[in-house]
């Protein structure tokens, strides 16, 4: 039924690190770019990181700049998230998405979705 699936959520305590992980199985992800993005109850949908195609450009947003290192491996239909040094204001939903062909901030561009994997940043 999903398009792209998240993995690699869960709890982590202030400081620490996450490896997210999107994958695709119905479609290769070779011709599309693939962004991150996160939500809190009550806020707008933030971009974190952009990756195209071929890897050819990436793209990081402000609010988390510095603390994240996005990744692919076309072979394996998958893309990474690393994020390490992560704060109680990091928790959210994430969610990874696609569209042909290449990069856009605007999350309503990208039609084909994950289903979120929840990221919690506690003591």
């Known amino acids: 039924q999903e398009q792209l699936v998240e993995s690699g959520g869960g709890l982590v305590q202030p400081g620490g690190s996450l490896r997210l992980s999107c994958a695709s199985s119905?479609?290769?992800?070779?011709?599309?770019?693939v962004g991150w993005f996160r939500q809190v109850p009550g806020k707008e949908r933030e971009g974190l990181s952009c990756?195209?195609?071929?890897?050819?450009?990436?793209y990081y947003g402000d609010s988390i700049e510095g603390r994240l290192t996005i990744s692919r491996d076309n072979y394996k239909n998958t893309v990474s998230l690393q994020m390490d040094g992560l704060t109680p204001e990091d928790t959210a939903v994430y969610y990874c998405?696609?569209?042909?062909?290449?990069?856009?901030?605007?999350?309503?561009?990208?039609?084909?979705w994950g289903q979120g994997t929840q990221v919690t940043v506690s003591l």
């Open positions: 119905l479609f290769n992800l070779d011709d599309y770019s």
């Open positions: 998405a696609a569209r042909m062909y290449g990069c856009h901030w605007s999350p309503d561009r990208f039609d084909i």
């Open positions: 990756i195209w195609p071929s890897a050819e450009k990436t």
